[in-house]
């Protein structure tokens, strides 16, 4: 369906949270100079480890985003929620008092919650009695508290509400407070996602569905996107939290203003739980809703930052729904690539950090790339700018992919402002 409403949403400020470091500098010039945020995974214990690597957020203190008794009554997941919407509040120059209260909401979301909460509240209870188990245990565990959290800190009493759609939260969640301005139910919202699945028993679980990587021995090549020797994608954790804006509001503050969202489309695959449709086609028909939303044709995307996990089936399955939509120009023109192939995967949370980072290469005019593709897989066959990034001085339109297990799949448009 096309933008019949003519509320215009853009993005004010923007903060991260990952293994490839914590602020905007960090992450480009992380991301640009084709550095690897996957190591050693120091956050399982190694008598419960299944898998020796992650992206873990090493350089994470809580405490130098929040008040450390807060901190201590929240999940990891939260905490990073809470850090990276700190950065894009500050980042987007907001203040109390520049926004209505009413009008200003919360879209944060987790696809798993507190999965490190769950895990060790069930140890102690299992040791120590059922009795013992804490208070905290469920506001610290749900996936909607971050959205809580951000929404009592900032005194914002508009919409404040949870997406859960897997690996496509990030995306969805923005998607959602992209509707909720236009359709006139907000003026500002937080919108992200955050995720903290560093834990024994998931690791253990994305282990046994053979989803994991195997390639321990060398953590910084264990990602390989798009490359014959793919074996799945690398666990990693953080947040990424964008502060959107409607434009006129924007403009009445002076806000500077990074970037325009103007498309965002959903599909489900309606195929099987975690395999994606062979062809493409759940994926084809979220990005061509995505430009539908956006008014425009696919020729007008200059670079799409895809969901390319380093996985067999749904790196081929992407390509294939990219050249699906894009046709001749897939392969004639257009530049895509995988982030992943640096930060990992990170779940909830990989969606809002790649909408970071499509504005980011459109602010930059440059691609990130996608690094240890050293032999793609002939089903894989677009330019995926692999290894060194690459300039770009006509970008201006980017497309971001986010697709999840159960059939989700969310896609969002970014422009430039002018």
Not at 116 to 130: H, N, P, V, Y
Not at 184 to 195: Q, R, T, Y
Not at 214 to 229: C, G, L, W
Request: with cysteine; net charge negative; charged share 20%.
């Amino acid at each position: 369906m096309a933008n019949q409403f003519k509320r215009r949403v853009v993005v004010t400020g923007m903060g991260v949270i990952t293994p490839c470091g914590n602020t905007l500098d960090a992450l480009w010039d992380n991301l640009i100079n084709g550095r690897s945020g996957i190591g050693a995974n120091t956050l399982v214990p190694e008598h419960e480890m299944t898998c020796k690597i992650a992206g873990v957020c090493q350089e994470f203190v809580p405490e130098n985003y929040m008040d450390k008794k807060d901190a201590k009554r929240m999940d990891r997941f939260t905490q990073f929620a809470m850090a990276a919407g700190k950065i894009a509040y500050d980042d987007s120059g907001l203040h109390e008092g520049a926004v209505d209260p009413n009008r200003f909401g919360v879209i944060v979301s987790s696809a798993a919650g507190g999965l490190g909460t769950i895990e060790a509240q069930l140890k102690s209870s299992m040791a120590r009695g059922f009795n013992k188990c804490s208070p905290f245990l469920v506001p610290m565990m749900i996936a909607d508290i971050a959205s809580g959290w951000l929404s009592i800190k900032y005194k914002a009493k508009g919409p404040s509400r949870c997406v859960v759609t897997a690996c496509a939260t990030g995306a969805d969640s923005i998607g959602d407070a992209f509707r909720a301005i236009q359709y006139d139910e907000a003026d500002v919202l937080f919108a992200g996602g955050a995720e903290a699945p560093i834990t024994p028993l998931s690791v253990a679980g994305f282990q046994s569905a053979r989803a994991l990587s195997q390639r321990v021995e060398e953590p910084t090549k264990a990602s390989r996107p798009f490359d014959v020797d793919r074996d799945g994608f690398v666990m990693s954790e953080g947040g990424g939290v964008l502060m959107l804006e409607e434009l006129e509001h924007a403009k009445a503050r002076g806000a500077k203003i990074y970037a325009e969202i103007v498309g965002y489309g959903r599909s489900s695959d309606a195929n099987e739980i975690v395999a994606p449709c062979a062809d493409g086609n759940g994926a084809a028909r979220s990005m061509q809703a995505a430009l539908d939303n956006a008014s425009m044709k696919a020729a007008d995307v200059q670079y799409v930052n895809m969901h390319g996990t380093s996985t067999p089936l749904g790196d081929a399955a992407e390509t294939a729904a990219i050249k699906r939509i894009f046709g001749d120009y897939a392969k004639n023109g257009l530049l895509t690539s995988s982030s992943k192939s640096m930060t990992g995967h990170m779940l909830g949370a990989t969606g809002a950090v790649e909408a970071i980072i499509s504005i980011l290469s459109i602010l930059k005019k440059t691609v990130t790339p996608t690094i240890n593709l050293d032999n793609p897989d002939p089903a894989c066959d677009l330019d995926y700018v692999a290894h060194t990034a690459r300039s770009m001085p006509n970008l201006k339109v980017a497309m971001s992919n986010s697709f999840g297990f159960g059939g989700h799949n969310a896609t969002l448009i970014f422009k430039e402002y002018v």
